[in-house]
């Protein structure tokens, strides 16, 4: 199954009755305020991680765990570092070795580990809606933060991404994006572009080959280019793709080194973008194949920052939806005594 269905918007599942953030889905749907929210609270964090001292006591005492369904070394330490520096207790969950392995359903494992009064799940999975099918019909009374789903989103590299051009372009309001490469397999491109929409951008692009874009993708609020030169003419912003090959199931591409030549980042093709724009990648990076080196590492390229600012949006993300959660169930527990007294 690649593809989990929900009944519910996944924009109304994470948030509380009055707005604030309980899980961390998607970007879909969310507010211009909220993603802003986010933005500024990770900004503040920034400035923790260059302290001595980088902890703060937001999720003392509190649980995260750790459910990486699909590897991601660098997506997994980001956000155990990231709930540590909340000072958080975490937990890896080895889901080759865990009871799931053994016969155990996924539904069985979550609410043992509920039982264990955990207070966040970190969700990674293969299938699309993963996160969402957790939060609303397995565990709602723990916070999910999507770590990455199918090819649905990935919504904190979205907003990391998004910290990364408001830091080193000064604003996302009236700026040109250009994302370029396998957007068909990318549950990042998704992200990036309800984000940007969201958040002011003047105009979203996506350049690939055919066989990489979706043919639905303009609908999403983006508009689609073949050729490199058309698609980066006057951009504030490249964000470059790598190619997702092992979710290939067909020859999409002549080879890598014909990719290379028609979409891959060049010195030369950087100039059809406006002088200062920023060149950003999510990782892993395949240099050669969507980059080359003189470029990734040039002035212009701001990826090493984007892993930075990794850990400040992730931080931001867990302690609104934390701080959500526990409004949400202090609400529930006045309520409940309300009705005690009444019916005493």
Known sequence: ???????????????????RLKHFLTTEGLSRELLTEILDTADSFISTQERDVKKVPLLRGKTV???????STRTRSTFELAAKRLSADILNLDIAKSATAKGETLMDTLWNLEAMYSDMFVVRHADSGA????AEHVTPNVAIINAGDGRHAHPTQAMLDMLTIRRHQGSI?????????????????RSQIYALNTLGAAEVRVIGPGTLLPRDIEALGCKAYYRMEDGLKDCDVVIMLRL???RMQNALLPSESEFFKLYGLTEEKLLWAKPDAIVMHPGPINRGVEIESNVADGPQSVILHQVSYGIAVRMAVMAMAMSGQQQEKNELAEQAAVNDQEEA
């Open 173 to 189: 309001e009236g700026k040109i994006v250009a994302i370029v490469g396998d957007i068909l397999h990318s549950r990042v491109a």
């Open 244 to 246: 997702q090959k092992e």
């Open 65 to 71: 765990v750790n459910l990486f369904f699909e590897n």
């Open 1 to 19: 199954m690649n593809h989990l269905l929900t009944s519910t918007d996944p924009s109304q599942v994470q948030l509380t009755a009055d707005g």
């Open 131 to 134: 996160a969402h099918f957790i």
